[in-house]
């Protein structure tokens, strides 16, 4: 027996008959010419009896004549049949534009299977809105005052200078640094300095937004521009930047098409929504950030060189942390005092090895690594200081730890442990002020400048 498939009308059938669609097709005079097994058994009939019936006979509902009729596919539609609801699509057939026959396909059988998708894509939808308006909350004005932002070391300063020596006017500003940096919080405090202050401030992570949203969410799209859209359209984050300032976060990440369309943009100063053929005048300044090296990606094709030019007329380079390590005692203190007014507790200090130690580890993600680890060590820690034991594994590996419990020593080597670190907690609520520490500890300052010597606490860590 010959078991193989031919490119003849059997194998076809065969095929046809494997469907979970049930299939028919009728000729010019909607005469059913074929239809499927699992069709023809939930009909109840034998096909071959339909065979040369008019389709309006054999299928309740159908309206495959009117589709000969029209010369038009029907997509998606509803149809009842034996007490079921369907879901059908219907196509004619043409030979050189003369409507020959058509085919119908019943995609869903019953309703329920329908009905299942559409619930299912229907809280998808219905979550995705919900993430978009938190999203656009979230992204939406500046919260960051240059003064604000902490950090007092050279590099830090000269940072501060040309922020706010190019906030006025209205070059567009490209902000570089390692991941963690600050490169947001000072975009803010761009725009807060700059005479635009007033308007908005609007932000879009071009990594986080699916290629395919990306367009939509900038330029925004015209009302029935695509499946879903919303009624009325909706504006993009240019239109909502108006008269404000638009920071596009992670610039190096956005796909090459998009990078085109953005050029243009910038070029023309006009947008046109996805959907919409009207072009609108923008008034948008752009600040832009990455972490990318968009030099490299130039070379290898996969940043415009036109675009590089456009976005970075001005550059300000963000230090990492590991170059500016005189901020991290004010960052670290800035974090506890932040968390102990958000919990209601009083803000625990380091101790000198746990700020030694931080000090020295290399923060390889910057200033948002070492709020987690101020963080979780904040919650770890149940007294008033924060011993090297409750950071985090990455700062504490291959650092012997003594388990304070079981603290080895002489009393006098004891006593000695906590005179420094009393004289060290006391140094940095006085802000490194060695008169007030002494006058609140009691003794002379002759004595505070012994034991400080003594116990090393002459560091610079201690001023702000
Ligand atoms: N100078 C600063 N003062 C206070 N907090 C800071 C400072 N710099 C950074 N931070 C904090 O560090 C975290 C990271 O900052 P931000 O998101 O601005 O970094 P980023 O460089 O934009 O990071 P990424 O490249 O990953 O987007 C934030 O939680 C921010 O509050």
């Not at 058509?102 to 329908?114: E, K, L, P």
Request: some cysteine; charged content about 25%; hydrophobic content about 40%.
């Amino acid at each position: 027996m010959d078991i193989s498939l031919n490119r003849d009308l059997d194998s076809l059938n065969l095929a046809l008959d494997a469907l979970d669609e049930w299939v028919v097709v009728v000729d010019h005079e909607a005469n059913i010419q074929f239809i499927n097994q699992p069709y023809a058994q939930f009909l109840g009939i034998k096909r071959e009896d339909a065979y040369g019936h008019k389709v309006v006979d054999v299928i309740e509902n159908t309206r495959m004549h009117s589709v000969l009729k029209s010369g038009k596919k029907e997509l998606s539609k509803l149809q009842k049949i034996r007490g079921r609801h369907m879901i059908a699509n219907r196509y004619p057939i043409r030979r050189g534009g003369e409507v020959i026959g058509a085919i119908g396909f019943v995609v869903y059988h019953d309703t329920h299977q329908w009905q299942q998708i559409n619930t299912q894509i229907k809280a998808l939808v219905s979550d995705l809105d919900y993430y978009r308006r938190a999203l656009d909350k979230e992204q939406t004005g500046a919260h960051y005052h240059i003064n604000d932002l902490i950090g007092r070391s050279p590099a830090i300063q000269n940072v501060n200078e040309k922020i706010k020596k190019v906030a006025g006017g209205d070059a567009s500003v490209l902000i570089r640094g390692e991941s963690g940096t600050g490169k947001e919080l000072y975009a803010h405090a761009l725009h807060l300095l700059s005479e635009r202050s007033k308007g908005p401030f609007i932000k879009i992570n071009c990594a986080a937004i699916p290629e395919h949203l990306l367009e939509s969410e900038l330029f925004g799209y015209a009302e029935g521009a695509f499946t879903g859209a919303k009624r009325g359209g909706k504006q993009g984050k240019f239109q909502l930047a108006n008269k404000g300032t638009l920071f596009l976060d992670e610039i190096g990440d956005m796909p090459l098409s998009m990078q085109a369309k953005l050029l243009r943009v910038l070029q023309d100063r006009e947008i046109e929504a996805v959907g919409s053929n009207r072009l609108v005048k923008i008034d948008v300044r752009l600040v832009t950030a990455t972490h990318q090296p968009l030099e490299k990606l130039v070379e290898v094709n996969e940043f415009r060189e036109d675009l590089y030019y456009r976005i970075n007329v001005v550059s300000v380079e963000l230090p990492p942390l590991r170059d500016r390590r005189e901020d991290i005692p004010a960052l670290a203190e800035h974090f506890l005092t932040r968390l102990a007014g958000r919990t209601g507790r009083r803000a625990p200090k380091l101790t000198v090895d746990a700020l030694t130690r931080m000090l020295e580890y290399a923060w390889p993600g910057n200033v948002r690594e070492m709020e987690n680890a101020i963080e979780s060590a904040f919650y770890l820690s149940q007294g008033y200081k924060i011993s090297l034991q409750a950071l985090p594994a990455a700062l504490t590996d291959g650092i012997e730890l003594i388990d304070q419990h079981l603290e080895q020593g002489t009393l006098k080597e004891r006593l000695a442990l906590a005179e420094k670190e009393i004289l060290e907690q006391t140094l940095v609520a006085c802000k490194g002020n060695r008169q007030r520490a002494a006058k609140v500890l009691g003794i002379g300052k002759t004595t505070i400048y012994d034991k400080l010597v003594r116990y090393q606490l002459t560091g610079e860590s201690f001023d702000h």
